[in-house]
């Protein structure tokens, strides 16, 4: 039980208030940074994930932006627009994004190891053939 101060009368505290403001604002820079993180995607990879046609229009059109605190403005809207995507939703387009990362991880991979291949081989001793 809380006192209210002005009129001393006691005030019952619910047991389930809902999450922290803290927590509710946690919540949104996440949803904010995966926005960011959508924006920065080839337009061919955009269109694999599976959001709203409305957000796809804003996260297109964060590329035509250049003011800088214009586009920390339109970062806010993206996460704004975020908010209203349900946890699975969010879990969907997570699940894509990873997919879509891990092939860009792995094709990096490959691209690194390639460029170290003449490397490998120039440091092989180099074989004379003996005629036969």
């Given at each position: 039980m809380?006192?209210?101060?002005?009129n001393r009368t006691p005030k019952l505290v619910e047991a389930d208030e809902g999450p922290s403001k803290s927590e509710l604002k946690r919540q949104m820079t996440e949803r904010q940074k995966l926005a960011e993180v959508l924006?920065?995607?080839s337009s061919d990879a955009l269109k694999s994930i599976p959001l709203?046609?409305?957000i796809?229009?804003?996260?297109?059109?964060?590329?035509?932006i250049k003011s800088f605190e214009a586009i920390r403005r339109h970062k806010q809207y993206l996460g704004k627009l975020m908010r209203f995507l349900d946890d699975e939703e969010l879990d969907a387009i997570q699940k894509r994004l990873d997919a879509i990362q891990g092939v860009s991880?792995?094709?990096?991979a490959k691209l690194h190891f390639l460029e170290?291949?003449?490397i490998v081989?120039?440091?092989?001793p180099m074989m004379?053939?003996?005629p036969k």
């Open positions: 809380h006192i209210n101060e002005k924006a920065a995607l709203d046609e409305a796809k229009a804003a996260i297109a059109e964060t590329n035509k991880k792995a094709e990096t170290s291949y003449p081989i120039a440091s092989l004379k053939h003996s």
